[in-house]
Every structure is written in C-alpha cells, then in structure tokens.
C-alpha cells in the first residue's frame, strides 16, 4: 500500500497532463452532449472543428516539446559516452597487464604440469604393467579353476546319464512284465466269460422253445377270438369302413410326406452325426495339440527357471566381483595416495638433501662400482644366485631404480663408516679420559686415591695401569700376572 501512495503522488508529465485534459474535455463534452440534446447541429459541427483544431494544437506542441528533450538527452548522453569511454580505456589496460601476467604464470604452470604429466604417466605405465601381469595371473589361475570344475561337471553328468539309463532300462523291463501279466489275465478273464456265454445261450434256447409251444397255444386261441371279434366289427363297421378307406387315402398322402421330412430329417441327423465325428476328430486332435503344447510349455518353463537361476547366479557372481573390485579400488587408491605421499616426501627430501651435495656429487651424481673384476667374481663365487624367472621379471621391473639404488648404498655406506668411524673416535676417546682422569688421580693426593692403585708407582719397570689398555691380550688359559703394590 505504500507504494502505491508513493507511485500516486508523483508529479505527473505535460504529456500525461495533457491527456488527462484532453480526457476531462472529452468527459465535459459528452456531459454536455447529454444534457444539452436539444442543441442544433451548427454547434455540433463547430464543437467538432475546434476539437479538430486542439488536437492538431496538441500534436504540434508534442512534437516541438520532444526534438527539445531530444536534443537535451543526446548531449548528456555525448558527455557520459566520452567518461565511459575513457574508463573503458583505463580498465582494459589493466586488464592487458592482468593477462600478461597470468599468461605468463600459465606458462609456468603448464610447463610444471607437462613435466608432473610426464613422471605420473610414466609411473601409471609401470602400475599397469604391475596390474596386467596380476590380472594375467589371475585369469589363468581362473581358466585352471573353470576347467577343474568343468571335469568335475563333466563326471558328474556321465554318472546321471548312466544313473537314469540304468533306471529306464529297470522300468522298461517293470513295463514288459506287467504287460506279460495282463495279457495272461486277459486270456484267462476271456476263457471264462466264453463258458459263460455258452451257457447262457444254451438255457436261453430251452426258455425260448418252451415259451414258443406256450404262445402258439395262445395265439391260436387269440386268433379264433379275433375272427370272431373281426365278424362283429364288420357288421357294425361298414360305414365307418368308407370312411376309413377315404382317410386311409389321406393317410397315404400324409404318410408319404412324412416318409419324405423323415428322409429329410434322416438326412439331417446323418449330417450332424457327420459333423460331430468331425467335432470330435477336431477335439482329438486339438486336444494332442494341446498335450503336446502344454509339454512344449513345460519344457520351456523348466528352460526358463533353469535361465532364471543361471541369471541370478551371475548377478550375485557379478555383484561379487563388484564389491571385490570396489574394495581392491579402493585399497589401490589408498596405497596410491600414500605412494604419492611418499614420493612428495622424498622429492621434499630429495630437495633438502640437494642442498648439502658436495660438488663432486653434484657433477658425478651416479658413480660407478669400486670394486675390480676379481672381486666381483670372489663376490659371485660366495654368493651364487641361480636367476629364476620371476626373479628376472623382478630385476626387470625395478631396473629404473638402479641409479636410486646406487646413491642410496652409497649414502648408507657413508653412513656405516661415519658411525663405525664415530665408534672408533669415541673409544679412543673414552681411553684417553680414562689414561687423563688415572694420571689426574696419580698427580693428587687424597684418601680415595690412596685407597686406589697408583699409576704413577712403578715397580721392576711396571706400572699400575689396567691391563686392558696395554697391547697384549691374556688368552684363558693363562695366569693373570700378579698385583704390584
């Protein structure tokens, strides 16, 4: 809400002034056309010239107003072109020696780079050098693995197939033998229902020739009954005997219709019967269609878990594999970063120690063995090493390191002398205060020293001193000389 009171209290244009005016007439005129509707149309057409006149009034002014204002804004805009331009000027100058120097600073970079580039691709070829005689390694320990497993599957499977032809040739023989069985039954079941039969057909025979005698009896008996029945009929029936003959017609007529729909329906139902023993040979034969799908489906199904189970057992080998690699990945990236950390220490240290080289190491850096040729075989004679293949892979590997090594045993046998030398010195130097600190302790006189030995007190041209500083050694089995008082 503030900012609307503050966008509404703003002063207001000659532009905007002027249409507001120009609105509020138009709003007067049409008030004044409303309530003064009665007017004639001479005001009307005056009141039309004088807004035609306004207008252009209008147009003139605004048009005169803005070459002004143009005019004013194109000076301004001359003024702050040419301060921009200077500061533009100046900025891009110090922009030029900005990107001198960093151009010069880049190059130093990419100078230092390219040679850290080099030493790291050089010490990545020797990584996976390292790497692919270890995955060589690898992979044939692998085929070894695979191909023990391979003859271990390969038994396995002869043993099933001998299994199940052992079994099918068992139920194969269960097969005949049951069969055998089934056909004795058969003869035997047959064999009796014969007899059977023949039994049965005689005592059928005896009751139908017995019954015979019975109903010609009856017959004859039923015959005479009907003649004299047929007389009476006769007699009684003569008319309705027309009358029969004349529907006997009719039922001749009807009877040959209907032997003709019963052919019709005779021919209908052999036609269905057709159909059906087609239906059913479809059924059949659908229904083997089926079996045999149903087997194909089977057959597929078992395809597809065996597939399934294949396929999970290389993921999980493969998820195996996977978090092997990440953990050997990442146990490389550790031993990675701390060969890196060493290699900057010792390029730190090599650096420290590059300041106190003598100048004999700093023209002859790498200096060549010491020993003669005769040494060196009297060397290989002591120690002979037969050279196995990895040992020579080995030697292979780290012949870059000759000349680190070289330095290094020369440094350290520096070393060795400098504190064998430092041995030495401080047992002579020990001696010496001991030899100083007796003949102190000869030249003084005081309780201590006279409860001692005296070195200085020779007898028979011996003196007192501990007999390890003299030049002759005592062996074990000799007597110690005897004490001198």
Known sequence: ??????????????????????????????????????????????????????????????????????EVKTRELHKDIEILSQTFERVVDCKDSVIKSLAKDLSEAEEQYAHALRSHLHSIDQLLALQRRRLRLLEESYNMELEALTKEFETERKTIIDQHEKEIHYLQD???????????????????????????????????????????????????????????????????????????????????????QMKKIQRLQDSIIILKSKIMMHNREREEQNQYLRKDKELVLAQLRKLKAQRTQARELSQENLVKLTLESNATLKALRKIVNKGEKILKLAEICRKFETEEEKVLPFYSTVLTPEEQKEIEEIYPEELTEELTKVIVNYIGMENFWKRYNKVKLEQLSLQHRHAQLSEINRKLREMLKQYLDGISVSDEVLSQLNPLFIVNHRSNLPQHLSTPTTQPGDKPPPATY
Request: glycine content about 0%.
């Open 1 to 70: 809400m503030a900012k609307k009171g503050k966008k509404a209290k703003l002063p207001l244009s000659d532009e905007e002034q002027l249409l507001l005016f120009q609105q509020k007439l138009l709003a007067e005129e049409e008030m004044a056309k409303k309530k003064e509707r009665l007017l004639s149309q001479f005001l009307k057409d005056k009141l039309a010239k004088e807004e035609h006149n306004s207008a252009l009034n209008l147009n003139k002014i605004n048009t005169q107003w803005r070459t002004v204002l143009r």
């Open 174 to 260: 269960v097969f005949m033998a049951m069969e055998q069985n089934y056909i004795d039954s058969e003869y035997e079941s047959k064999l009796e229902f014969q007899s059977m039969w023949d039994d049965l057909k005689n005592k059928n025979l005896e009751e139908k020739h017995f019954l015979r005698l019975q109903l010609e009896n009856i017959v004859e008996d039923l015959w005479r009954r009907f003649q004299e029945a047929l007389k009476n009929y006769t007699d009684a029936t003569e008319d309705q005997k027309i009358a029969f003959e004349t529907l006997k017609v009719k039922d001749e007529k009807s009877s040959k219709e209907i032997e003709a």
